[in-house]
């Protein structure tokens, strides 16, 4: 009896929750309509655009740079919407696209093309880029990310890489004069770093701080230990989570944690810098995106400790037209001819602390100047030549996820070698049914 109320409770769960999707579906149908109706009156063609640019002073800077692609264009507007976190956004997404109510331009990192791909989301565009006038203009490490399956599939707004942050004066404090290069330098630094100032076993400051959770964020700042070590996790196109880089990765993060010199985040926040900024943690993985170069606080850079060969991660966020109507496809890319133009590059990464995407707004007088005024970014722009894209491949987001779940068991203090076990087995068991 107890088990048929069960199976009741489950189906009604269910069944509310199908209910809810189908909502959120019709509502969107809705406004996606409402948009379609408002290129019939003015005679110009109205665009959505969904992005995640954060903080909101680098969207600030984007939502400028936008309006005055809207003021110079008479037959093209676009409206920019923040959609939230790039992490909460992806069962928006794909509710849209299964709606039919997508935006017509999407701001995401590029390991989600695949996913895209296969859902017939997006559109390619390399037909569009050979013919463009300044294609030669874009980074030619960028492309890596671009393609898949033979085609071009995005192009890129913006560019970065992860570095530590650091607080010179906490640094000084604790008698450190040169900054870590190794990962070995890297730990006993944490420890001079961390300080138990009443001796009741609960640091007032910590060394380092190291992301708690599943999502991309905390994958994002792994990977440059990851490939530091010389790992990888795809390899002939199929996840390979058990090789030895992926593990000593994992070690090296749980050591620092049984050292007591690093401190977990909140789940799913380990991006938040309120710690670096009030001087709880020393140390922290970002990059120069970061509010830590728009607030009145001390800090400086360095670039990802090596273990057998320097390295780090790109952080790059691109652009995909999604699958709409030829009229409205064309029309988007034009405003993607926009966002690779050196007037754009240079002005959007000047604001933002993003890296230029366009060769020549990186040599602009203009972008020389502030690099000057902000000298961290040549660590940034150095790294750049280590600097190497997670997988492009379909089914990335399963392997994230994978990878997320065993991080977040390590620093919980489960087995690094138990951890990738476990997500080898559950990324094998996603590929076979896939």
Not at 159 to 182: C, D, V, W
Not at 369 to 378: I, M
Not at 392 to 402: D, H, K, V
Request: aromatic share 10%.
């Amino acid at each position: 009896m107890k088990n048929y109320k069960i199976k009741g409770v489950f189906r009604r769960f269910f069944e509310m929750k199908r209910l809810g999707v189908i909502f959120l579906c019709l509502c969107l149908l809705i406004c996606g309509g409402c948009q379609a109706d408002r290129s019939i009156g003015d005679g110009k063609i109205h665009l959505t655009l969904w992005q995640g640019i954060n903080p909101p002073k680098n969207r600030d800077v984007f939502q400028k740079l936008v309006d005055r692609f809207n003021q110079t264009n008479t037959d093209v507007q676009v409206e920019s919407l923040y959609a939230g976190q790039l992490d909460q956004q992806l069962p928006k997404i794909l509710t849209a696209v299964v709606g039919n109510a997508a935006p017509d331009i999407l701001a995401f990192y590029p390991q989600l093309t695949g996913q895209f791909v296969e859902m017939g989301a997006i559109v390619p565009i390399e037909d569009w880029l050979d013919t463009l006038p300044n294609k030669s203009d874009i980074s030619p490490n960028l492309f890596e990310e671009l393609k898949l399956d033979g085609h071009i599939w995005s192009v890129p707004l913006y560019t970065s890489n992860i570095g530590i942050f650091y607080r010179p004066k906490l640094f000084e404090k604790a008698g450190i004069t040169q900054i870590p290069k190794t990962w070995e330098e890297l730990r006993e630094v944490s420890k001079k770093l961390t300080e138990d100032r009443n001796g009741d076993n609960r640091p007032e400051q910590y060394g380092m701080l190291l992301p708690l959770g599943k999502g991309e964020w905390t994958v994002f700042c792994w990977f440059p230990f990851l490939l530091s070590a010389g790992g990888e996790v795809v390899q002939n196109n199929r996840p390979n989570l058990l090789n030895p880089g992926a593990l000593a990765a994992l070690q090296f993060w749980q050591d620092l944690l049984k050292d007591g010199s690093a401190v977990l985040s909140a789940p799913e926040r380990g991006y938040e810098e309120d710690s670096f900024i009030n001087g709880r943690v020393a140390m922290q993985l970002t990059g120069p995106w970061t509010y830590i170069m728009k607030n009145n606080v001390d800090y400086g850079v360095f670039p990802i400790p090596a273990s057998t060969e320097r390295a780090t991660v790109l952080g790059t966020g691109n652009l995909f037209v999604m699958k709409t109507t030829p009229a409205r496809e064309q029309a988007a890319l034009k405003f993607l001819e926009y966002v690779l133009s050196e007037e754009f590059q240079t002005e959007f990464s000047i604001g933002t602390g993003f890296l230029p995407v366009n060769v020549k707004a990186a040599k602009s007088k203009a972008y020389q100047e502030f690099v000057e005024h902000q000298p961290v970014l040549k660590v940034f722009l150095e790294q750049m030549t280590v600097a190497h894209a997670r997988p492009i491949i379909a089914g990335y987001n399963s392997l994230s996820e994978s990878l997320g779940r065993a991080i977040e068991a390590t620093l919980m203090g489960g087995s690094p070698q138990k951890a990738l076990q476990k997500a080898q087995e559950r990324i094998d068991l996603s590929w076979q049914s896939n």
